[in-house]
């Protein structure tokens, strides 16, 4: 057996404001599930205005908003943490 070393995390960082910029959380979110779906440790993480993002109602009432509200809503349950 091969020692890789350490284990890794794929951690995905998004600091937007959600009001202004839904693609980075659409991207975070897509990514962290394509990783934790393929087996690997992933993670969204959020930081500054990105928080708000808890409130979906954050978002814009619009097809971006309601793409993200989607993204998000798929990820409940996915196996990968979210942190703030």
């Given amino acids: 057996m091969t020692d890789y070393g ?7 960082f998004c600091s937007a404001d959600p009001r202004e ?6 991207r975070a979110y897509h990514f962290a ?12 993480r959020l930081a ?7 409130d979906l109602d954050t978002l ?3 097809d ?5 509200r989607t993204k998000i809503g798929e990820s409940i349950d996915a196996p990968f943490a979210v942190s703030l």
């Fill in 6 to 12: 350490p284990v890794r995390k794929l951690v995905f």
């Fill in 21 to 26: 910029d839904t693609g980075a959380f659409f």
């Fill in 33 to 44: 599930n394509v990783a934790a779906n393929s087996g690997l440790d992933a993670e969204v």
């Fill in 48 to 54: 500054g205005s990105a928080v708000d993002v808890t």
């Fill in 60 to 62: 814009p009432a619009d």
């Fill in 64 to 68: 971006a908003g309601d793409l993200i």
